[in-house]
């Protein structure tokens, strides 16, 4: 099944060929996405149509400053639809999902305790860390979850309590149960983020049915690039106390010694606003809605399927997750060729067969610390070892994430070159550098475009 992608749904830069070492050409295969992903033609379209009349927004007088507010007002709209916000929801835009969760960070009550499992992402764990927070061992068996966080908001006892979860892992692709454990949260009386990083571009976001209170996410996961986020739900909370930002369009009044707040959404967004981008994201929310987001995530599930069945093809790959191949999830597939570094098999896929993955930890320690059956009593050695500059035994795998545009091809070309990779190894010669523990073509002989933006050659 390929998607039936309408024009707006076409990619920057897609059917590009890239350089292959030692000469040659392929076209480009992005398995990428998780990270970072291209621009809509729908968002570059609303981009170029409203550059003209980029303006100052909110205290502009001129009639420029007039189409930008109403352009960035009605991107939060947009965004608002598009997550599915009850109607007193407020929409703060942010750099990205990190900016996001570190402003709810920065707004909870002193005595917040915040609970989280230990599958998060580095956005999802470290902001809350600022508070007394207890992380959740993740059970084997997904049916086990709602028990484990019952007992642990069971314990807690009485005052404000916060459960942070992510939709969608970004290391496996498994979903996570959301609105079960909302309920569960609820019960508590406690509040509940969902990061909503990873599931944004690929499935329904639904933060007034899985009655959760707010949900973070980033534009540059979801085709607008344009270094914009957004955080989105109650507004209690992001009113009570100074912003986690200071500055200018925060405030309502500034006296010699003391600050009167604005309301949100605007106490939180200090400083000049990400007006394009803000516009990019909403052009974005727009053309996916109208794409339907069920089919989006029906085209992720026959990708999975198709992935899966071609990786289980390749001698001794190993793939990752942690509840099994069969659980719900996105079209990303984590895992690793035995013998060979997951940098190096990154590496061999982009330079010698135009196909871009990632590799490494995904800014989610704890978790692939756990996925690659690190022994607990390794890590603090691998840690003396990082802080004395030493990457090479820190776990790692290599990722391959799809997208809106991915096509059976480009999985039938990932399978078949990861196939050749495990039984006949590089073509090219590599090395690692030491203190990164990255490998890399050595000679790389590809040259980098003309772009204006480079360095020269
Ligand atoms: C699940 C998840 N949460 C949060 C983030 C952080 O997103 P950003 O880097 O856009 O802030 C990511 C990024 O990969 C992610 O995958």
Request: net charge negative.
């Amino acid at each position: 099944m390929e998607l039936a992608t309408v024009e707006a749904l076409d990619l920057a830069g897609a059917d590009m060929d890239v350089p292959l070492v030692g000469g040659g050409t392929a076209r480009a295969v992005n398995f990428d996405f998780a990270a970072s992903s291209p621009a809509l033609a729908a968002v570059d379209d609303a981009v170029r149509a409203f550059l003209p009349w980029y303006s100052s927004v909110h205290r502009g007088a001129g009639y420029k400053s007039m189409v930008s507010t109403a352009a960035y007002e009605q991107a939060r709209v947009d965004v608002a639809r598009f997550v599915g916000a009850r109607d007193d929801d407020v929409v703060v835009f942010t750099r990205n999902t990190t900016d996001s969760l570190n402003v709810l960070s920065a707004a909870l009550p002193d005595d917040c305790r915040v609970v989280t499992f230990l599958g998060e992402h580095h956005a999802d764990l470290l902001p809350w860390r600022r508070h007394e927070v207890q992380h959740l061992p993740i059970p084997p068996d997904p049916t086990e979850l709602a028990g484990v966080l019952d007992d642990a908001l069971s314990a807690l006892g009485p005052g404000p309590a916060l459960f942070a979860v992510t939709a969608v892992s970004n290391v496996t692709g498994e979903c996570w149960p959301v609105a079960e454990l909302a309920a569960v949260a609820r019960r508590h009386g406690a509040r509940v983020v969902v990061d909503a990083a990873q599931l944004a571009p690929h499935g329904p976001v639904e933060l007034a049915a899985w009655e959760v209170d707010w949900v973070a996410l980033s534009g540059h996961k979801m085709y607008a690039p344009y270094g914009v986020g957004a955080l989105v739900g109650r507004r209690d909370w992001l009113e009570q106390r100074e912003p986690f930002l200071a500055g200018g369009g925060a405030v309502a009044f500034v006296t010699d010694d003391d600050v009167l707040w604005a309301d949100a959404p605007e106490r939180q967004e200090a400083g000049s606003p990400n007006v394009v981008g803000a516009v990019a994201l909403g052009a974005a929310c727009q053309a996916l809605a109208d794409h339907g987001m069920d089919r989006v995530l029906a085209h992720e599930r026959h990708l999975d399927r198709r992935m899966r069945a071609g990786l289980e093809t390749v001698p001794g790959l190993r793939r990752h997750h942690v509840w099994g191949d069969d659980h719900p999830r996105i079209a990303v597939a984590t895992f690793t060729l035995p013998g060979m570094h997951h940098s190096l098999v990154a590496a061999i896929l982009s330079a010698e067969y135009g196909i871009a993955v990632r590799d490494g930890c995904f800014c989610a320690h704890p978790l692939m610390v756990r996925l690659m059956d690190v022994d607990p009593a390794d890590v603090p050695r691998i840690s003396a070892e990082v802080a004395a500059g030493n990457h090479a035994n820190v776990p790692g795998a290599t990722r391959a994430s799809a997208g809106l545009t991915t096509t059976d091809d480009d999985v039938d070309r990932l399978v078949d070159a990861l196939g050749r990779i495990a039984l006949d190894g590089p073509t090219w010669t590599y090395d690692q550098d030491p203190v990164t523990g990255n490998w890399s073509p050595c000679p790389d002989d590809r040259p980098l475009p003309d772009l204006g933006c480079l360095p020269p050659t």
